[in-house]
């Protein structure tokens, strides 16, 4: 059982690039998000979705974008990169929203440093 | 929105001694979530938490939550090199009930022999 699979594990980006981060999982999750953790920041939330078609904004959605076309995947895309988006990024999903009392599962994370 | 606050930020204890690391939260607790994450890796979920009173054991890991204090507690028994990581609480972000977790900004444990 693969469950949350990030890809890549790690990129080198310029400033200015654009790239998608990648996330897929294969538990039928209905609900899933991107966090990014940086040192003394603890982990902030950038996108979530709670199901196909269906995203909205979270803490810090400022310079990415989100789509939600199938159950599996969770694409986060960055438009133009920035320095301060040298971050590390994780995708959880989960079967349904915290509020049901559902444990997130969580990738790997995708280590990117933006020069 | 929901803030947690994690005590302490870091700690160091020496093989076979007992930890506890606290979550206190700025809103009614309704559900807590304990995870652990090593250096590098993604967060492994340990316990989850749903009333308040509860009290949850896994190996030598028991997490508590006191519901009346909107606070929980993770202690650690005998303590292994194996429980090095950093230690992350969970919470229900409140707002519309469909905003993922929100989570405090971690205890790094270190054990050294």
């Known amino acids: 059982n693969a469950g949350v699979t990030q890809t890549p594990k790690f990129q080198v980006l310029k400033t200015g690039q654009s790239m998608t981060l990648q996330c897929a999982q294969d538990?039928?999750?209905?609900?899933m998000s991107w966090y990014r953790q940086d040192p003394g920041m603890g982990l902030r939330l950038i996108h979530y979705?709670?199901?196909?078609?269906?995203?909205d904004q979270g803490e810090v959605p400022n310079g990415y974008n989100v789509s939600r076309s199938t159950t599996e995947d969770f694409p986060l895309r960055l438009l133009s990169a920035a320095p301060s988006q040298t971050s590390v990024y994780f995708c959880a999903s989960s079967y349904s929203r915290p509020a049901f009392n559902q444990p997130q599962h969580f990738g790997d994370g995708t280590r990117l440093s933006i020069l | 929105s929901q803030e947690l606050e994690q005590s302490p930020q870091s700690l160091i204890v020496q093989e076979g001694k007992n930890l506890t690391i606290n979550c206190t939260s700025s809103?009614?607790?309704?559900?807590l979530y304990w995870y652990k994450q090593k250096y590098g890796e993604g967060l492994i979920f340990l316990m989850m938490?749903?009333?308040?009173?509860e009290e949850k054991s896994h190996e030598k890991i028991t997490a508590k939550l006191d519901e009346k204090k909107q606070q929980s507690s993770l202690h650690i028994t005998a303590s292994q090199p194996s429980h090095a990581g950093i230690y992350l609480c969970g919470a229900d972000g409140g707002g519309s009930g469909n905003t993922p977790l929100v989570f405090g900004k971690g205890t790094r444990l270190s054990v050294i022999a």
């Open positions: 979705s709670v199901g196909a078609g269906i995203t």
């Open positions: 809103k009614t607790l309704y559900g």
């Open positions: 938490l749903q009333k308040g009173g």
């Open positions: 538990m039928n999750h209905e609900y």
